[in-house]
């Protein structure tokens, strides 16, 4: 049974250019959570999608966008990058909203 | 909003020592979660508690809730190497006894690095 899968696992980017990441939930998971993780620090809270819609968000600028497919899997994408995006950026899955999380590998996000 | 304040920030212990890591909250902890981070890889989940008192096991680690619901620890027993990473801890930003459901956005701690040295 193969977990949360993210890709691709590493991205560099040139400030202003935009990005697309991509999440797989887990087997029988319809709930797709994005955080970001900055070094040293603990994950934030970016959004949360269920039934493709977005349920809760985060502190986060419109810069950062995201989207669910009838498959359950997820796209997060950063438009006008800045240095300040750069982060490991994970994705959790869980069976609904009122379940714990399970969390992909993550996308180490560079901006130069 | 919900802080969560991990100590100590750091920590290195002799294999087959025990250790304790605390996480505490300004707010009443509706559900609290404890993961472990390998250095720049995603969180494995250990435990979810989510009562006053509630007390939960796995293997050689132990998760607390207190009473109050505004503190937990993650203890250790026995230490080894594979023990090793980054724990943090995490709560939902739903309070109150909403019936036992967790709406899944979470607040981490800044988490705590743990050595175990052979």
């Known amino acids: 049974d193969a977990g949360v899968t993210q890709s691709p696992t590493h991205l560099i980017k040139t400030r202003g250019q935009q990005v697309t990441l991509r999440c797989s939930p887990k087997?029988?998971?319809?709930?797709v959570s994005w955080y970001q993780q900055a070094l040293g620090q603990g994950p934030q809270f970016i959004f949360q999608?269920?039934?493709?819609?977005?349920?809760q968000r985060g502190n986060f600028p419109d810069r950062f966008s995201g989207h669910q497919f009838p498959n359950y899997s997820s796209e997060l994408n950063v438009n006008a990058l800045l240095l300040g995006d750069s982060a490991l950026y994970l994705c959790?899955?869980?069976?609904?909203?009122?379940?714990?999380?399970?969390f992909g590998p993550g996308t180490r996000l560079t901006v130069t | 909003s919900q802080e969560l304040e991990q100590s100590p920030q750091s920590l290195i212990v002799q294999e087959g020592k025990n250790l304790t890591i605390n996480c505490t909250s300004s707010?009443?902890?509706?559900?609290l979660y404890w993961y472990k981070q390998k250095y720049g890889e995603g969180l494995i989940f250990l435990m979810m508690?989510?009562?006053?008192?509630e007390e939960k096991s796995h293997e050689k680690i132990t998760a607390k809730l207190d009473e109050k619901k505004q503190q937990s620890s993650l203890h250790i027993t026995a230490s080894q190497p594979s023990h090793a990473g980054i724990y943090l801890c995490?709560?939902?930003?739903?309070?109150?006894?909403?019936?036992?459901?967790?709406?899944?956005?979470?607040?981490f701690g800044q988490g705590t690095i743990l050595t175990v040295h052979p």
């Open positions: 959790a899955s869980s069976p609904g909203l009122a379940f714990e999380q399970y």
């Open positions: 087997s029988g998971h319809d709930t």
């Open positions: 999608y269920y039934e493709e819609e977005e349920r």
């Open positions: 707010k009443t902890l509706y559900g």
């Open positions: 508690l989510q009562k006053g008192g």
């Open positions: 995490g709560a939902d930003a739903v309070f109150g006894d909403a019936g036992g459901t967790s709406y899944g956005k979470l607040t």
